[in-house]
């Protein structure tokens, strides 16, 4: 009986400091609209013939109090139908919709007290919200409890799961892709003091480990090796098919769910987050059931696409709304400022970044981020044993701006930023998390080939084939892994239709008999669509004399890939080099490119889907620096410097990736690793209970870490 006594106690307890939150946050709310009452002339509190102090207080306790239930129970509601527009109205709507509440907060006020201009009403609502939401959130500091529901509430939660009677905290693994990221961009990172938090952790034991990619340095190909085990059959970023007759691209969602079906049937598993994982902003769900920004599940309709369901649960706050809607703005212009800077300064190499790229940018940057970040935490609060989440605003600005500079500095401050949150939330889980921080690839600089020689690749084939070229060169498609990514995954978390028809009415040539001509960042795919088998070379020298000896010969161009009829395969060089496979080395025509590309060419040459000529461009060891065949400046997808060298890090409690003297060698080795990682541990895979708050990780919490504005 004492203890039921003492459990009453201690719920009216609670009930009186909830009660007593709910009425500071709603005192600090009618002050604030007071003050903006006085501030702010077409805000006003009060009837025609004026009130007095007391009347007008209490005038702004009553919208106070309205705005506030509205922005509880209505705001969710008009989430569900923001969702429901484009992406680029994003920011101007979460202002529009929270100032219409403020309004009808106003015109709830008997008397017809309350009144504001439209404009007038957005700035309010905006300033009440933010109010409101730090009050609530300084009130917490004390109030473990109090502060466990502002984190399930702020992560789209109501409570942790049932913990059940675990005997003992099994540690769950958080993996967090920094998209584009190499090694030697981290290391450079850490040692600017941009990431103090990654230096942290290195100081502290993590392990750093290198890795090489294959030969297609590129997310599609790398993610679906880390998270499904198989990569095989992966050229590149966007290739043509001939038995099937389409244009695969591996940031599309038809394509995303093809390439994850083929992988699952050819390992025979669902993937590496199976067992309780949870998926976030990726390309691929690696079997997990809970999903967010997830690009293969993009092409699902109805129910089934649960994809969406991390845009409902972030955006339910208004609070959050509002932030992210600020940052997205602001992001807008800080790209607008950058852009305008690099113009005026002729800053070379250089592409170009107006059209609607500063708002691509600002939802890669600011909303998938937040959205990924805050999905994240939730997945650590309910428990969860192993989240893959990307965060792809690196890779995104790289591409436009170069992988080094002073805009790409900005965006790994920010990621430090992200991953530090992650870290402090990881305190209050109910169990114990490792957070593993991975790469996909990094990323090569370098002029455009068409800066550097007048023309694209596409032009250069055309001429070797003796076909006319277009006298006005025209830019080819950017590949930007982030932007159309984001674009698509946005479209589905907004009910929009997304494009299953990859990009092969668009790619293929008015002729079949006409070359096609792919790129991949530095990589260059071309196929002759109206041949069903993969062409010898001395088929294609039969039928274009001139083609072969153009491409090899180029200076823009490093080496190619052809089958031979006589020697398997070979290798073309600019200095005349033929190289048949069998007898491929390191030295030679590849030097360059480094070890293990002969081993990546190789592997690359047996996937059925391979082109007839594959073209790597040059890269120079001397400046490090590539020639993209799309329109970017910072590119990866084929082999040549930093694109083919992500990274690893590790905490010092799991066991080294690789032994001493040993690398780490292909997506498919680093799933391998991972999957090893999420073995060591047993015991039962049940959360337990939160940990309690305290002042310093209360103090992080729940803003999503940006630069001020």
Known sequence: MGDGRWGGADRWRSAGRTVTRVVAVWAVSTLTMLALAGLLPAFELQSADGDTFTRTALTAATAAGAFGLLGALVWPLLVRALLLVPALVLGLLVFFLNGSLLIVALWLIPDGRGAADPETAVVVAAVMSAVASATSTALAVRDDDAYRR??????????????????????????????????????????????????????????????????????????????????????????????????????????????QRRAVRRTGDGGLLTVDGAS?????????????????????????????????????????????????????????????????????????????????????????RDVVVSAVMGDMLAGRTAVYADLVAYDEVAHHSG???????????????????????AEHAPRPYRIVLLSDHGQSPGETFEGAYGLTLKDLVRAGCGLPVPRRVRRTRSGSEARDAARDALRSALH???????????????????PLVLASGNLGLVSFPDVPHRMTREEIDRRHPALLRTLAHHPGVGFLLVASAEHGSVLLSRDGAEVPLAELTDTGPLAVFGRGAADAVRRTDGFPHVADIMVNSMYDPATGTVHA???????????????????????????????????????????????????????????????PSTPRTEAALPFVPDEKH
């Open 150 to 259: 502002r984190l399930y509430r702020l992560t789209g939660r109501t409570r942790p799961r049932d913990p059940g009677d675990a005997p003992e905290a099994v540690p769950g693994t958080v993996f967090l892709q920094l998209d584009g990221v190499g090694h030697h961009v981290l290391r450079g990172a850490v040692d600017d003091g941009l990431m103090p938090t990654v230096a942290g952790w290195l100081d502290a034991g993590h392990r750093l480990t290198p890795w090489r990619t294959d030969w297609s340095s590129q997310t599609g190909a790398s993610q679906l090796g880390i998270l499904h085990g198989s990569n095989e059959d992966v050229p590149a970023f966007r290739w043509y098919e001939k038995d099937t007759g389409r244009v695969m691209v591996s940031n599309r969602p038809a394509g995303a769910v093809e390439l």
């Open 280 to 368: 976030r902003g990726n390309l691929f769900s690696g079997g997990a059931d809970q999903l967010a920004l997830v690009l293969s599940m993009a092409a699902r309709r109805g129910r089934r696409n649960r994809s969406r369901a991390g845009y409902f649960a972030y955006f339910a706050d208004p609070a959050n709304a509002v932030r992210t809607a600020g940052s997205l703005v602001t992001e807008c212009f800080r790209e607008m400022g950058q852009s305008t800077r690099a113009r005026l300064r002729r800053e070379a190499p250089r592409v170009s970044r107006g059209g609607t790229y500063p708002f691509v940018r600002a939802f890669a940057t600011v909303v998938e």
């Open 403 to 425: 992988p080094h500079g002073r805009d790409t500095d900005q965006v790994l401050r920010r990621l430090d930023r992200a991953i530090a949150l992650i870290a402090t939330v």
């Open 496 to 514: 929009r239709p997304v494009d299953e028809s990859g990009e092969a009415d668009r790619e293929l040539p008015a002729k079949l008999s006409e």
């Open 629 to 691: 065949f799309e329109e970017q400046i910072g590119s990866h997808g084929g082999l040549g410097g930093e694109q083919s060298h992500p990274f690893l890090l590790s905490p010092p409690d799991l066991s080294p990736p690789v032994p001493p003297g040993s690398e780490l060698v292909g997506a498919e080795h680093v799933h391998r690793v991972l999957r090893r990682w999420l073995r060591e541990t047993s015991g039962p895979q049940i959360p337990l209970t939160p940990s």
